[in-house]
């Protein structure tokens, strides 16, 4: 293993991937480390099952937000799994996906020379030198190992390594619900309508006759889910989550499931024969704490559709906010229209070499709920890694960030 | 409880319009419930509507993409269930 790799990335996530790609594209050596055994964070681990972000919002014709590689991860995706986009209310597009197809797909990705790829192994501790990250200690739960990377890119979704280095964060003052994802396989209806209002009205009786809990108010099915008998469901969890909440969230979940499941199969015709075949490792958390960048996207940024000079990505998805036990909140933007975001959201503005990239960029409660979809997370996980391979090679940061806009083909 | 299709077509538009809908936002018998952005809670909204107004209770295989697509295609659901019985 290379302990002095060019770039280190936390997290094998969707901005973790692009992150790594990005780095070992423009030819430096790249570390990965990964909390799980598989890669694609939360896509994986938490089967948020659409990517949202990869189209501008609008009236079909469906266009690309961006050229280069968040197109061609979308691309492949929907060739390997034989899917393709979906639009709701006329000019929302995502794309759905099957687990294991996005799996492979981030292995694929990960398969690069130069690209090393750690799983099962967390980061430990970080020794700062002088304002910047002199080493990183990982563990696997077995043994440490200490890294010393030159530059490092945070995309673990969270703040692990401020928090680690003991530098500020920007708090997740409003946290959005949790969900919990689980399939149900053995359905013999071909119309996902059929399921998803047989689901919520059964469940809506069930609540209003008192033998289901209020807490299982929000159910849904996630579009485009339907394949071979098999669809998949989000729970929304009805409380705020914290950072003690990670037990309650799991007990929560799991309960949750076995009751609706329970209910829905003894109450609906649709529902009578089918059977659990999957249940998300974990609930998925949308939002955490953020990290504190050279700038920060605000929402006014968002839905004001403001370009800037060093725009290293292009976002494209409404703020679509979830507040715990309360319907969705969402806020568009001109239909065809999108926002950039400044390369300073990507660069820490308290630690020198460190740069992060997906849910975890410098960006207020409301912009995150724009940002944080997979498909941005995609242009800005790729963005943070062409600026820390840059940094690196000593390479002029105008002469990246240009490098990013035609990699994007951002005019 | 006995209606004609026309009658049905006018207490969704009136459902529809003052409960689902913001002010102003136009629904016509074609407009597709997709383009009034209705997600399966707001569907679900009518359905129930419907089985209250015209005492019908509406199997869940009657909910399909097809009925559930406009005011029109509901109203022509309606109105069959209701001329069988």
């Not at chain 1, 996980?381 to 940061?397: E, K, N, T, Y």
Request: net charge negative.
């Amino acid at each position: 293993m290379n302990l002095n790799p060019d770039v280190m990335v936390i997290g094998a996530g969707a901005a973790g991937v692009a992150a790594a790609y990005a780095v070992s594209s423009a030819g430096s050596s790249v570390l990965v480390i990964e909390k799980n055994t598989y890669p694609g964070g939360k896509a994986t681990a938490s089967y948020v099952g659409t990517v949202c972000g990869i189209y501008l919002t609008g009236k079909p014709p469906l266009q690309f937000c961006t050229g280069g590689f968040p197109r061609q991860f979308a691309e492949k995706l929907m060739r390997t799994d034989g899917t393709g986009p979906v639009t709701h209310a006329s000019k929302l597009h995502f794309i759905p996906y099957q687990m294991e197809t996005m799996k492979n797909l981030c292995s694929e990705f990960l398969n690069q020379p130069g690209t090393e790829v750690v799983y099962d192994s967390i980061v430990e501790e970080i020794r700062l030198d002088n304002g910047r990250i002199d080493s990183v200690i990982l563990t696997d739960h077995v043994s440490r190992l200490t890294v010393r990377p030159g530059m490092v890119v945070d995309a673990s979704g969270e703040t692990v390594i401020s928090d680690l280095a003991k530098v500020p964060v920007m708090f997740d003052d409003n946290p959005q619900a949790a969900a919990q994802v689980f399939t149900l396989g053995g359905f013999a209806v071909e119309d996902e309508t059929i399921i998803s209002l047989a689901l919520v009205r059964n469940l809506k009786n069930g609540i209003q006759s008192g033998k289901l809990s209020k807490d299982y108010e929000r159910v849904s099915l996630i579009p485009g889910s339907l394949k071979n008998g098999n669809a998949s469901f989000k729970i929304g969890v009805p409380f705020k989550p914290s950072s003690d909440s990670a037990q309650r969230i799991i007990d929560f979940s799991q309960k949750a499931v076995a009751d609706v499941f329970e209910y829905i199969s003894s109450n609906s015709e649709v529902f009578r024969s089918v059977s659990i075949t999957f249940i998300a490792p974990e609930a998925g958390i949308r939002t955490g704490n953020r990290n504190r960048g050279e700038a920060t996207l605000t929402v006014s940024d968002v839905t004001g559709c403001r370009k800037h000079a060093d725009g290293i990505a292009k976002g494209s998805w409404p703020v679509e906010f979830w507040p715990p036990g309360e319907n969705v909140q969402m806020k568009y933007f001109d239909d065809n229209d999108w926002y950039e975001i400044p390369a300073g959201c990507l660069k820490s503005a308290l630690i020198s070499n460190l740069f992060f990239g997906g849910r975890n960029i410098s960006a207020d409660d409301q912009a995150i709920a724009s940002a944080r979809v997979i498909g941005t997370c995609l242009q800005t996980g790729f963005a943070a890694g062409i600026l820390a391979h840059g940094q690196v090679r000593g390479i002029d940061r105008h002469e990246s960030i240009s490098h990013i806009r035609r990699e994007f083909e951002m005019q | 409880m006995k209606a004609s299709i026309s009658d049905i077509r006018a207490d969704l538009l009136q459902f529809i319009s003052s409960q689902l809908v913001a002010d102003g936002v136009e629904v016509l018998p074609g407009t597709p419930f997709e383009q009034l952005g209705l997600d399966s809670f707001s569907l679900i909204e009518i359905v129930m509507f419907i089985e209250r107004r015209y005492d019908l209770p509406l199997p869940d295989t009657t909910l399909t993409r097809e009925n559930l697509y406009s005011v029109e295609s509901l109203a022509s659901c309606v109105n069959s269930f209701l001329t069988r019985q």
